[in-house]
Every structure is written in C-alpha cells, then in structure tokens.
C-alpha cells in the first residue's frame, strides 16, 4: 500500500500541534500527519515527502505568515502537484487572498479559524474521500480507454484490410479469420461475400457465400439489447453501409442456443477506384466484458458511497468519543502536558507551571444536603455545577476536579482570567437563586479563593486506574483562602501574588483586609478581598471608607489595637455592613481586652 500523508501548515506552534492532534486522532491509523511552522518549511518538507514515496492528498495552511503566506504557498505547491486538495484555515484572510488561492491554487475548501473540530474533520474526510475517488474512477477509466483503444485500433486495422480487398483477397481472409472481431463483408448487390470466424461462432451459425441480405435478416433476429423490441433491418450497419453511411451501434443484441450476447456494430461502405460502393463491411464485437466493467465501476462507485456514509457515521462516533474523553481529561491538561491524545499519557509523568488556581465550595452545604434525600442532592449538585462550570471555561479556565459541591479549576494563562471567572460565578450564582427564590426554596451562598504561583501537574493513580491532578505548595493556599472566606464571612479572597499578577489590580474592586498564617505556611499571608459583587450601598461604602480602613489595618498590624480600634469603629459608622471591618475590631477588642487582664494583679 503506498504511503499517504496530509501536510499542515501554520506559524502558531500551538495552533499546529492541536491540528495535528485532531487529525491524528480521526485519520492517523491511514495517514501520516506531518507539520511545517512556515512556507519554506513546508516546501522543503513536501519535496522530501515526495521523494520518500509519500502521496500528499491533502495540504492545510494559514494565511497569514511570516515571508510567504498560505495562498503563495498553495499556489506553488498546485504547480508542482495540482492532484493534491488545498485547505485554508485561517480567520484573517481577505477575500482578494481567498480568491488567488481558489483561482491560482485550485484551493477545496475554505474553513475559519477558530475551527469548529466536526466541521474540520468532516472537510478533511470528504477532501480524502474525493481524491482517492478520482484515482480510483481514473484507474477505471484509463482500464475503459484502454479497451476502448484496443477496439479501435482493431477496427482501424480492420479498415485498412479492407482497401486492400481487391488487391489481395485470400490475403485479407486469412488475416479476418484471425482477429478477435467478427466480420460480414457483402457485395453491393447484397450478395454475402464473406463471413469470418468470429462472426460465425457471435452468430451461431455456418453456411455458405452467396447467400442473399434479405436470408440472412431473416436467419438472424437482433434485439435492442435488454429489451424484446426488434431492430428494424434497414437500421442494421451492414445495410446502412450499402447506402454509403458510415455506422456505429453499441445497443445490439443476438440471441440463439439460450444466450444473449451483447453487440457493438460499425458499418463502412468499400468504394472501388470510380467511387462507387462495392463492398459493405460489418465489424461486431462482444462487449460483454466491457458492459460488465462499466457494471462493476457503477456497483463501485455504489459501494464507494456506501463506505463514505459508513465513514461519516464512524467520524460522527469518533468525535463523540473525543468529546466525552475531553470531559473526564481536559484538553487542555493533555496541551500542559504536552501530550496529543489520552493515550499518550502514562502514570508519573509530570510538569511544573505557574498557573492561578481557584476554588469555591457551597457554605453549610452539609446542613443543607441533610434536608434532601440523594436524588434531591444529585439533581442540586449537577444543576449548581451546570451554572459555575460556563463561568470558568468563558474565562480561558479548566475544571481539574469536582470535590463534592466544591470545585477545583486551575487557568494557565493571566491572573485576571482567575479572578474574572471568580466574579462570574458570583453573578451566575445570583441568578442559581434567583431561579430557587422562585422555586421557594432557601438561597445558598459560596466561597471562593484563589492563588497564583508555580505546581507540578501531572498523573497519580496506579497501573489500572489514573487521575489528573495538581499539587504543590500554591494549591494549598488557594485551598486555605477558599476556607477563610468562611471565617471573613466574604464570598471571594485573593493572595497578594494573584494581586501583584494582575494586569490592572485597579479595574477591579479590591482591598487587602488582613496579614494571617494559615495552615502550612511559616510566613505571614496577605490577603484581598475582591467586592466587585456587593451591593451598589456596600461597595460605595467600602471605597469612601478605603484608606481609612487601610490605615486602621496597619495599626492592627502594628499591634496598635486601641487606635486601631477607633477607626476600625469609624469605618463601621459610615459603613455599618463591612464584614471584615467588624471581624477586625472585635479582635482588638479582643486584645485590649486580654491586655488589660494580663494587667490585673
């Protein structure tokens, strides 16, 4: 079998390795998926394949790259192969730069960029399908042309006999008796002059010259083939020859002895040197062979069809597949991991990266559970999940693992795209109870924290069961912070280094409300509130009352609590609903307090 591969072509390493990750997976058990990061790559990659021995059916390439772009490139591979299908993908290119590639390149097909994965290996199947449809139909052809040839280069000698009749006429019987085509030569007074072997054994019968045209229509019944209809004998060639026409019949039929041979017929008139017709000449042929070809390459084509169908509905499974896969290892994992397909990855393998880490969980969502049966809290989880999940994917995130109602999701690229997808899942749980509210039912509240900072992704798990997961010291204090919004009493908290990660900290409503050790951590912790989800009263508040909370949070730091105190208790005055405001005078009360004890004699 020879060996085929479909070259892609784009300057985006990213964007060429998940090409090829789509393609590997729907056409690489019969294809080879080779890449090129730019034109002159892809050149010098597609003169290598072709003299490897490679077939390159297909040719995929972007349109906007440096030195020579996609339309270019296609053009001048179309000069040096034009059987191969050239496929476009890009989102930036113009219609003038389309145009040149359809007029220039022969460019198949057009396709968008972002692609769409059904509609891009959809295209891809039907550009395969297409041209290994027309070697084959050009095999089938040149088989018939061939043929087609031979009959008439046996016909053209045939002819050529014939002018020499008068010259040679033994000569010209022994060479008829040999040919593969049956012959009936008759004078012009419709005499038969001669009749030769093929003739004999196609008409089934033997008898002597000199036998008159009106017998031998009368011993021989022709049909229009597959039919009873009878063919009227001045439209037989050899008749239509005596009147000077040259013919040509491919519908005939004779049947004797229980069998039907199909016929082609070619009449000629023979003139003698005063240009009078002195001979008539019937050449036929049984095309039985010839019929049963163009048979198989209908019933080819048919079953052509059919693969195609079968191979669609195969593509339509495949997809499903890669799509349910995707749910379970996030395509975005495999890409981290440097990994093309589920199957590539194997236990232990690991990669360090900084990435923003969020996790949210539902408050008292065990006194809540408790007061539905497990149907109920099935039924509950899915449809909380259902609203937080878009929030997360909306923001270039991905989930890395349900815990329970908790949710752990990890995002490569900025830290806004974290602490956006934070923000989002407040206003999507808003409408979560706006939708309960209606329901009668009680309105839940989450927490949220996230983190920024360097872990190892990877695979743990042993040999017959692996999962995905992240670790390291970052994970954990997101985890934390998620767990200090309970102690804060604040839906969403930020550590410092997600706060110093973010392109514009002042877009967003955020304060840092405390410096606190958490739970495996040595040194003190800063953390954020973000309040872009308040209430219009309460985040006015908080921002009249910003630098005065501030300056009380230093002191608090400072350890100086009864100042502290005092503006901790101003803020309250001009804000009466600031959480974290009260949380931090009680714990100088607090200290005050313990201060004077410890005074006491």
């Known amino acids: ?50 003299a490897e021995g490679y077939d390159i059916p297909v040719i995929i390439s972007d349109y906007i790259m440096p030195h020579l772009k996609g339309d270019e490139l296609l053009k001048r591979i179309h000069q040096q192969y034009p059987e191969a299908l050239k496929i476009m993908l890009t989102g930036q290119a113009d219609a003038t730069a389309v145009g040149n590639a359809v007029n220039e390149a022969k460019l198949y097909r057009y396709i ?27 095999e089938q052809t040149l088989k018939l042309q061939q043929v087609n040839q031979a009959l008439e280069a046996a016909n053209q000698k045939q002819l050529q006999l014939i002018s020499q009749l008068q010259e040679n006429e033994n000569r010209l019987q022994q060479f008829l008796d040999g040919i593969p085509v049956g012959v009936v030569i008759i004078n012009n007074n419709g ?8 003739a004999k054994y196609l008409l089934g019968r033997d008898f002597m010259p000199g036998i008159e045209l009106e017998k031998i229509d009368n011993m021989y019944q022709l049909y229009r083939v597959n039919t009873e209809e009878l063919y009227s004998p001045e439209d037989l060639p050899l008749n239509r020859a005596l009147n000077g026409e040259t013919t040509r019949l491919d519908d005939l039929e004779i049947r004797h002895s229980n069998i039907s041979i199909p016929l082609e017929s070619w009449g000629t008139p023979i003139y003698d040197a005063n240009g009078k017709i002195a001979y008539a000449i019937a050449a036929f042929a049984d095309i039985s062979d010839r019929l049963a070809a163009e048979q198989e390459r209908q019933q080819f084509i048919s079953d052509l069809f059919k693969v195609n169908v079968d191979l669609e509905a195969a593509l339509d499974a495949q997809v499903q597949l890669t799509e349910a896969t995707a749910r379970f290892v996030p395509y975005q994992f ?14 232990g393998e690991t990669v360090e990266q900084e990435m923003s880490i969020l996790f949210s969980d539902i408050r008292s969502f065990t006194t809540l559970s408790e007061q539905m049966s497990m149907e109920e809290n099935v039924t509950f989880i899915n449809d909380y999940l259902s609203h937080m999940e878009p929030a997360i994917i909306e923001n270039r995130g991905f989930i890395d693992k349900y815990i329970g109602d908790g949710i752990m999701a990890l995002f490569h690229g900025s830290a806004d795209d974290a602490l956006q997808a934070g923000i989002t899942m407040l206003q999507r749980l808003d409408e979560f109870n706006a939708i309960r509210e209606q329901q009668e039912r009680r309105k839940i509240a989450i927490g949220i924290g996230i983190n920024t900072g360097k872990l190892m992704l990877g695979t743990v798990g042993g040999q017959s069961r692996m999962d995905s997961t992240a670790i390291g010291d970052a994970v954990n204090l997101a985890s934390r912070l998620e767990g200090l919004t309970k102690e804060y009493g ?13 392109a514009n900290p002042e877009r967003y409503a955020i304060r840092p409300i405390d410096k606190t050790q958490v739970k495996g951590k040595l040194e003190l912790v800063t953390v954020y509130e973000v309040f872009e989800m308040d209430d219009a009263a309460l985040k006015e508040g908080k921002f009249a009352t910003r630098w005065l909370f501030e300056e009380a949070r230093q002191l608090y730091q400072q350890q100086v609590f009864e100042e502290a105190a005092i503006r901790f208790s101003d803020c309250l005055n001009q804000n009466p609903r600031d959480r974290a405001a009260r949380i931090l005078l009680n714990r100088c009360q607090n200290q005050q307090s313990f201060v004077r004890q410890s005074l006491l004699p």
């Open 490 to 502: 604040l839906p969403l908290l930020i550590s410092e280094q997600t706060w110093l990660k973010l």
């Open 112 to 138: 968008s960029k972002p692609w769409q994965a059904e509609d891009l290996n959809l295209t891809v199947a039907e550009a395969l399908n297409s041209y290994l449809q027309k070697q084959q139909i050009g």
């Open 1 to 50: 079998m020879k060996k085929r591969a479909i070259l892609c072509v784009d300057d985006e390493r990213t964007v060429l390795l998940s090409l090829k990750a789509e393609l590997r997976e729907a056409f690489g058990r019969d294809y080879a998926i080779e890449i090129a990061e730019s034109g002159s790559e892809a050149l010098e990659l597609f003169e290598d394949l072709r």
């Open 191 to 198: 005499i038969l002059s001669y009749l030769n072997r093929k």
């Open 334 to 347: 495999l890409q981290l991991l440097d990994k093309e397909s589920i199957v590539d990855i194997e236990l």
